[in-house]
């Protein structure tokens, strides 16, 4: 059980914008996340990974490698030999290898040929994938195996190398920085090219973490940094990023919570991209109804969620992994073979709506009964639409006196049809309270942009 009366925030689908000029309205604004658009729908299964190389697109549909293009066709290569979980993909020059955990496979990119790795010294069920320096470098059990220079079709069992430091199993490999960090479930080290000729790859003296990864689809390199769910001998889940070195802890112990409330967070994964100047980890948390986002520079927090349109329950974004390909940001959906655009200037799901919500910290002071006279927002107001859902855009509040337990009924209030920028979203009389949390949510298809709260009180 946590106690809801320290703290129970949630900014749903709206994500903070600093201010970098000092002499804006507000310090900080949450404005809409970005909405969905499909744009190809391949295969018949999940999308389960992408690359973009050289200007072309590839995605893996449940067990189907496919290319689409910019002009709306698309080709399906060859198949892999499972049709769900995790699959990685890396190039090289002229190839593609792909991962499922099981196999490998390679796409030429030369002559568009698509085969399996049949060479008996590749390693056996294979658990990550990276390339550095002309190697395909995979990880199998306790030691990692390097590729032919430039061929991911040419292994050799000599050239593998164990992680000897610690006795965990290794389950993860990622280069970054011309380093090559490889992590196990408790314990991570990092290996540079050293050119040896028995092996080109030797760890850094010292280069040793205490901290190993949960899985190893959640490494991700963005800004400069890797970022990865992971644990250690002591317990709890916890997000890192690489600092030197070191890895430096990320998540806060609300977002360490939430991660706890999974019952396997070993079958978690993440994407990344960039995004009008800022760069997003999205982690995806097996058994969560949520998708923890870390906007990198600002260090912060949010929450994005899918809401079922047939239950009306809140589920984890749609979103598997992400390519960025013909000025779009293409994400694949997690259960079925469509690909969207995603951009923030759609504000729904493919058409379903997406529920902006913004839940308030604790207003109270030293347990005095306040009078809560008015609560406005400041927003974006005048956002309607020319017609349809949206034309006259609400935002609902409610409000809690008991700190989330119960809530009091929606009272809602106008964003302002098209072009009535001056209306205002205020609630007056609200009574009084010792400690109070508003809540505000927003379903329209509209842009949503929220400055600043005011509590008239006394």
């Not at 890797?226 to 430096?248: E, H, Q, V």
Request: some cysteine.
């Amino acid at each position: 059980m946590e106690a809801v009366s320290f703290d129970n925030q949630r900014s749903v689908n709206l994500y903070p914008v600093l201010s970098e000029v000092g002499d804006s309205k507000s310090v900080a604004a949450l404005r809409s996340t970005p909405g969905l658009l499909e744009e190809y729908s391949i295969g018949g299964g999940g999308i389960r990974g992408g690359i973009e190389s050289a200007g072309r697109a590839f995605f893996v549909s449940g067990s189907d490698f496919y290319e689409v293009r910019a002009d709306g066709t698309q080709t399906n290569y060859g198949t892999i030999g499972t049709s769900t979980g995790t699959v990685t993909l890396e190039e090289n020059p002229t190839q593609i290898m792909i991962i499922d955990g099981v196999k490998g496979y390679i796409f030429n990119k030369t002559v568009n040929t698509f085969a399996e790795i049949t060479d008996v010294d590749f390693p056996p069920s294979p658990s990550s994938l990276t390339y550095q320096d002309g190697y395909f470098i995979v990880t199998s059990g306790q030691f990692f195996a390097i590729s032919d220079i430039n061929n991911g079709l040419n292994w050799d069992i000599t050239d593998r190398k164990t992680v000897e430091s610690s006795p965990d199993e290794l389950v993860g490999v990622k280069s970054d920085s011309s380093n090559l960090w490889l992590f196990g479930t408790k314990s991570t080290e990092v290996f540079q090219n050293t050119g040896n000729a028995l092996f080109p790859f030797e760890r850094i003296p010292g280069a040793i973490i205490e901290t190993g990864c949960a899985d190893p689809a959640t490494i991700q390199e963005i800004d400069n940094a890797l970022f990865w769910l992971g644990t250690d001998a002591n317990g709890d889940a916890i997000i890192w990023k690489s600092s030197g070195y070191n890895a430096a802890r990320v998540s806060t112990k609300a977002i360490e919570r939430k991660i706890a409330e999974s019952e396997n967070f070993n079958e978690s994964y993440a994407w990344v991209y960039h995004e009008r100047g800022s760069a997003f980890y999205l982690l995806q948390v097996k058994g969560l109804n949520t998708t923890i986002v870390l906007d990198v520079a600002a260090g912060l927090y949010h929450e994005r969620v899918y809401r079922n349109p047939m239950t009306g329950a809140e589920e984890q974004h749609r979103g598997r992994c992400h390519v960025f390909f013909n000025k779009k940001h293409l994400v694949g959906d997690r259960l079925n073979g469509k690909i969207y655009e995603m951009s923030l200037d759609y504000y729904d799901d493919d058409g379903h709506p997406m529920i902006k919500k913004r839940i308030s910290p604790h207003y109270d002071e030293q347990k005095l009964l306040l009078s809560h006279n008015r609560f406005e927002l400041d927003v974006e107001a005048g956002v309607g639409l020319q017609a349809g859902q949206g034309k006259d855009p609400t935002v609902m509040m409610r409000y809690s006196d008991d700190g989330g337990r119960t809530w009091s009924s929606e009272l809602t209030r106008t964003l302002g049809s098209v072009g009535k920028y001056n209306t205002r979203v205020r609630w007056n009389k609200l009574g009084v309270s010792r400690d109070r949390v508003y809540q505000v949510s927003i379903s329209d298809p509209v842009f949503v942009q929220i400055n600043e709260a005011y509590l008239n009180g006394n």
